[in-house]
């Protein structure tokens, strides 16, 4: 008796396979989007999170680097250094670049930083060393790898040519990856050479944060300063009003989608067993009973498509991180119990529209 | 109306009429139908296809509601019973034999039978003992793992008495249950159902158009147009 929900899905072995298959490729694609927002919202602010700095000092109004400007000058980065408490008050010049390698162009966050103080260099390098000469660059490893730069490789950057000294990670933002060089390189490329995007800022040891950061304020009203906190809150919050929703929009309509096939699965099996569910009624069946069955094959063929999905994820997340290295996906266990556990709650709801079938089947069908 | 002293009815038909409305016309399947059947009686509904006899078993197993007059199952008006408990009263009082056998093809013999079982929340290892049993009884042991796809029509006949016998119902209902059989087996299931009656103190309600059940019945009402002419 308790066999009768699988051995009715297996009687139809076609359609039980593309319905797992189609539920799958919905769970797939969850788990996918869900993996790249957790990629790119890591990714992108992971520099931020980082960094060293004990305040971020940018032009009044700005309160990102993501998709803000600011600009700060030499005068005033001179005079922030000298407030007190302020240990190291390091100029940092983020500009939107272009690395050309042979018929391939490719668009950077160029990050130009004083090598000598290490602030806003790269967070973390994995081959290589941080530049340390105006003709160095340290490229993203993403960006690196799906232009096959390595190293040691010449790059060509707006009429420059420079060398690849390093490789770093945590500096892929999924549409941009970060590149450095030295600050007085970024500045030669821009013409302006006092100028800087912003200021970090290491406090003296011992000092309040809080209050060297009202000293700047009161310093120089006409910028703005952050404490690590709020400005990696600030970007957070920037990049997850950017297109990130977008994903989560798309995972939606991939659980809708697959509540639907579900739900069509469901329903035709029973129309197809119509008779039996009118027999079951007949003899005396209680309705709970009924509805367990239909509950029963929703959640049946959401553990097999769950687990058909994670077979298939991880290897093809492996092939697109190949194909397309900037593509940078991040899972976790709590993520992926997560979906499932929204997969089984689409499948209750599948089986949910599906009972509604058994309402309009009729004793007097079985004396038929 | 027969008359079987105190012994109250296990099911009354009193002025019985049920009409069917379609998109536009009346059909009255069943006019005007008055009988009482007791425990230990074969009662054979006799008529030509369409004569309301399965009408009338739907209405004596409380699986649709009269247009007119009353049906009373257990000595109570079925109006009276909510669908809960006309769904309880099928699990544990009323047994079905359909024409077409009507097994679960997904289900095995045993399981079958187990299924009444279930619905009377007998418990699952009181469902296997009493599945065997019955399998046992109807001399069709064999049969238990077998899906009704792979069994003869006798076969699956037997399997259909043994559901039906399952819940040790009071009320059996049976359709036609020599229909799709050959007159051997016919014969041989008359019988099962005549010992239930006798033996099992059981009331049988037979529809059929087979005029051979008669010799084996207690009673034959006669259905013409709905009607009751004998």
């Given at each position: 008796m308790d066999m009768y929900a699988v051995r009715t899905l297996r009687s139809q072995p076609l359609r039980l396979a593309l319905t797992i298959g189609g539920v799958s490729l919905c769970i797939v694609l969850m788990f996918f989007l869900l993996a790249v927002y957790r990629g790119v919202a890591d990714g992108s602010v992971e520099y931020i999170r980082r960094n060293k700095a004990d305040l971020w000092v940018l032009q009044r109004n700005a309160t990102n680097i993501l998709r803000g400007s600011s600009l700060v000058s030499a005068a005033q980065g001179e005079r922030i250094s000298r407030v007190p408490g302020v240990k190291t008050a390091a100029p940092v010049l983020f500009l939107l670049s272009t690395i050309r390698k042979g018929e391939k162009v490719g668009t950077i966050f160029l990050t130009g930083y004083e090598p000598e103080s290490g602030l806003g260099g790269p967070p973390q390098l994995v081959q290589g060393r941080a530049v340390q000469t105006d003709e160095d660059i340290v490229l993203d490893r993403s960006f690196a790898e799906k232009f096959r730069f390595k190293v040691g490789d010449p790059v060509d950057l707006q009429g420059s040519r420079l060398q690849v000294v390093g490789i770093s990670r945590g500096t892929n933002a999924f549409v941009i990856q970060y590149a450095f060089v030295t600050l007085r390189f970024a500045r030669a490329l821009i013409g302006f050479p006092g100028l800087a995007t912003c200021y970090l800022v290491q406090i003296d040891r011992g000092t309040p944060a809080a209050a060297v950061q009202e000293k700047v304020r009161l310093a120089l009203p006409g910028l703005e300063v952050y404490d690590h906190r709020t400005f990696l809150d600030n970007n957070i919050r920037e990049m997850k009003s950017g297109f990130l929703p977008l994903l989560y929009t798309v995972a939606a309509i991939g659980a809708v989608v697959l509540t639907v096939i579900l739900s069509l699965l469901l329903s035709v099996n029973i129309l197809e067993r119509r008779k039996d569910f009118a027999v079951f009624k007949t003899l005396g069946s209680p309705l709970g009973f009924l509805w367990g069955l239909v509950i029963k094959q929703a959640l049946l063929i959401a553990s097999a498509s769950s687990v058909a999905a994670l077979a298939v994820f991880f290897p093809l997340v492996r092939l697109i991180e190949k194909l397309a290295p900037e593509v940078s996906a991040k899972s976790s266990l709590g993520q992926i119990i997560g979906i499932v556990l929204v997969v089984a709650l689409m499948s209750l709801l599948s089986s949910l529209i599906s009972i509604q079938r058994l309402r309009r089947i009729y004793f007097l069908e079985v004396f038929a | 109306m027969n008359s079987h002293g105190p012994r109250p009815p296990i099911a009354g038909l009193a002025h019985v009429t049920k009409t069917f409305n379609g998109h536009d016309h009346r059909t009255t399947a069943v006019r005007d139908v008055s009988f009482e059947a007791f425990a230990g009686e074969l009662i054979l509904l006799l008529g030509?296809?369409?004569?309301?006899k399965t009408t009338l078993l739907t209405l004596i197993a409380g699986l649709s509601r009269p247009t007119a007059g009353t049906v009373s199952l257990f000595g109570r008006d079925i109006e009276r019973f909510s669908a809960k408990e006309l769904q309880r009263l099928r699990a544990e009082k009323i047994g079905f034999i359909f024409q077409t056998f009507l097994l679960i093809d997904s289900l095995t013999a045993r399981e079958n039978i187990e299924a009444v079982l279930r619905f009377n929340g007998t418990g699952r290892s009181a469902r296997r003992t009493k599945a065997a049993a019955l399998l046992r009884r109807l001399q069709i042991e064999y049969l238990a793992g077998r899906f009704p796809r792979t069994m003869s029509q006798g076969e699956k006949q037997r399997v259909a008495v043994a559901r039906a016998m399952a819940n040790d119902a009071e009320l059996i209902i049976a359709d036609e249950?020599?229909?799709?059989?050959?007159t051997k087996q016919g014969l041989g299931i008359i019988r099962i159902l005549h010992a239930l009656a006798k033996e099992g103190n059981k009331c049988v309600i037979v529809a059929s158009h087979d005029l051979r059940l008669a010799e084996f019945t207690d009673r034959v009402i006669r259905l013409e147009d709905g009607r009751m002419t004998s």
């Open positions: - | 030509p296809s369409g004569s309301g249950p020599t229909g799709s059989l050959e």
